[in-house]
């Protein structure tokens, strides 16, 4: 699996921003869209794109497009706010959901929301989800897009543990992770350290004993 940590400048400040504890939602949440569009530019890279004829007012040359524009598939609650500025970013792109909670107890993922298209040959997919803790919940959502036959999938997140990231490569699945940071690992109850606590507590509130 490739793995790509975006580490600009600008990419660190709006992550910083993320961490601390006194950042209040909305700030966090505007700083979560910007990396989003930094974390998504750079995913873009990976895309295919063809050439086409076009005109300018001055003269006939060629322009460019993707060949085949991902299905956007944010991973809710905590993905939804990677959600705007990645289809803001991407126009022609369509968009799934995939709705997850982990059990605090077990840390492992209960669905509780599936929106996919049910036959996904020859489709690209952007997962994005800010956090990889333990794994288990983009490993669930990636099996669900791998089993409708996808085989080009780039996992979008903001922070990784390193037993998340082993967790997908050891998965055998066709995968590709672009994130801002890989942090030290995992706490006992698999929070990433030194991480930002619950990403979707921190954006639509809620009380989380990390
Ligand atoms: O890698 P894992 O150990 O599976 O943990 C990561 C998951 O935990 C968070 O979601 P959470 O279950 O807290 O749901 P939420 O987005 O509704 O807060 C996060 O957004 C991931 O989906
Ligand atoms: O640190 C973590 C781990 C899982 N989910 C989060 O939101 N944060
Ligand atoms: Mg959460």
Same mark, same amino acid.
């Given at each position: 699996?490739?793995? #790509?940590?975006? @580490?600009?400048?600008?990419? /660190?400040?709006?992550?910083?921003?993320?961490?601390?504890?006194?950042?209040?939602?909305?700030?966090?949440?505007?700083?979560?869209?910007?990396?989003? +569009?930094?974390?998504?530019? *750079?995913?873009?890279?990976?895309?295919?794109?063809? %050439?086409?004829?076009?005109?300018?007012?001055?003269?006939?040359?060629?322009?460019?497009?993707?060949?085949?524009?991902?299905?956007?598939?944010?991973?809710? &609650?905590?993905?939804?706010?990677?959600?705007?500025?990645?289809?803001?970013? #991407?126009?022609?792109?369509?968009? !799934?959901?995939?709705?997850?909670?982990?059990?605090?107890?077990?840390?492992?993922?209960?669905?509780?929301? *599936?929106?996919?298209?049910?036959? #996904? +040959? !020859?489709?690209?997919?952007?997962?994005? @989800?800010?956090?990889?803790?333990?794994?288990?919940?983009?490993?669930?959502?990636?099996?669900?897009?791998?089993? &409708?036959?996808?085989?080009?999938?780039?996992?979008?997140?903001?922070?990784?543990?390193?037993?998340?990231?082993?967790?997908? %490569?050891?998965?055998?699945?066709?995968?590709?992770?672009?994130?801002?940071?890989?942090?030290?690992?995992?706490?006992? %109850?698999?929070?990433?350290?030194?991480?930002? !606590? @619950?990403?979707?507590?921190? /954006?639509? !509130?809620?009380? &989380?004993?990390?």
């Amino acid at each position: 699996m490739d793995v #790509l940590v975006v @580490d600009h400048p600008l990419a /660190q400040t709006r992550l910083t921003a993320m961490r601390r504890t006194e950042t209040d939602s909305g700030v966090f949440r505007a700083s979560l869209h910007e990396l989003t +569009t930094m974390v998504v530019y *750079e995913a873009a890279r990976l895309f295919a794109v063809e %050439k086409y004829p076009i005109e300018t007012p001055v003269a006939p040359t060629e322009g460019t497009r993707l060949a085949n524009p991902p299905l956007i598939v944010p991973v809710l &609650r905590a993905g939804l706010g990677m959600a705007d500025a990645a289809l803001a970013l #991407l126009p022609e792109s369509s968009m !799934g959901f995939v709705g997850l909670a982990r059990d605090e107890e077990t840390h492992e993922p209960r669905a509780y929301m *599936e929106s996919l298209p049910g036959d #996904l +040959t !020859g489709q690209p997919v952007l997962v994005l @989800d800010p956090m990889l803790a333990t794994g288990g919940s983009l490993l669930h959502c990636c099996r669900l897009l791998a089993d &409708r036959g996808c085989t080009d999938i780039i996992i979008c997140c903001v922070l990784a543990a390193p037993e998340g990231v082993d967790r997908l %490569k050891d998965s055998g699945l066709p995968l590709r992770l672009v994130t801002a940071s890989i942090d030290q690992g995992l706490n006992e %109850k698999a929070y990433i350290v030194p991480g930002l !606590g @619950d990403a979707g507590d921190r /954006q639509f !509130g809620g009380m &989380r004993r990390f």
